[in-house]
């Protein structure tokens, strides 16, 4: 625990020293000597410096770590949602002819039981699933946006998302996945998930 812990604070304690404040400190009693001994209490301030960049660099390391554990929390949603698409994708492979695929989420009649309305059916059992699981991860995770599945999925009544506008929803529904985890990892140009 401890071992990562040093870890971290290593790779991040030159960004942490070397910032414009700690520059500006460490070459002012070199260029103003007499003025860092009478106005800054000389050494001293480097000893409040040290352990003030410490606790900085102390924090840091926790906040990224913290991050990251919070933004695997999405990587089994991510995974999953791959595995969606996938399914989708062969299903209308091995469908092609088939027009129930037309609509694929609702497409289903439970009259006609064929390959292909079991391969629907299996299609809305996870896509419903993928759905909720989303839902209650933002939910624990305190994001305000709604997964693009949930919406759909609510609405059941709806019977005209098409094969194409499902394969979008899909793409769309993964992207998002992968940004808000990249945004609560703090990646680059990041913004609250809130």
Excluded at 57 to 77: Q, S, V
Excluded at 137 to 152: S, V, W
Excluded at 168 to 176: G, K, R, S
Aim: positive net charge.
């Amino acid at each position: 625990m401890i071992r990562p812990f040093f870890k971290t604070v290593w790779r991040d304690w030159p960004a942490r020293m070397t910032g414009p404040l700690s520059l500006v400190l460490l070459f002012t009693p070199i260029i103003a000597p007499q003025f860092t001994a009478q106005h800054l209490g000389g050494n001293a301030l480097v000893w409040v410096l040290a352990f003030i960049c410490l606790v900085v660099a102390a924090y840091r390391a926790w906040l990224l770590e913290h991050r990251a554990r919070i933004a695997e929390k999405l990587d089994p949603l991510i995974e999953d949602a791959r595995l969606l698409r996938q399914l989708w994708d062969k299903i209308q492979y091995d469908h092609q002819g088939s027009k129930l695929i037309q609509f694929p989420v609702f497409g289903f009649d439970v009259k006609e039981w064929e390959e292909v309305h079991k391969q629907l059916l299996r299609l809305f059992f996870w896509t419903n699933l993928q759905a909720l699981r989303a839902q209650g991860r933002f939910k624990e995770l305190g994001i305000m946006e709604q997964p693009p599945l949930a919406a759909l999925m609510r609405d059941q009544n709806s019977r005209t998302v098409n094969a194409l506008q499902f394969t979008n929803l899909l793409e769309e529904h993964t992207a998002m996945l992968v940004n808000l985890r990249q945004r609560l990892a703090g990646g680059p140009g990041t913004r609250d998930a809130n």
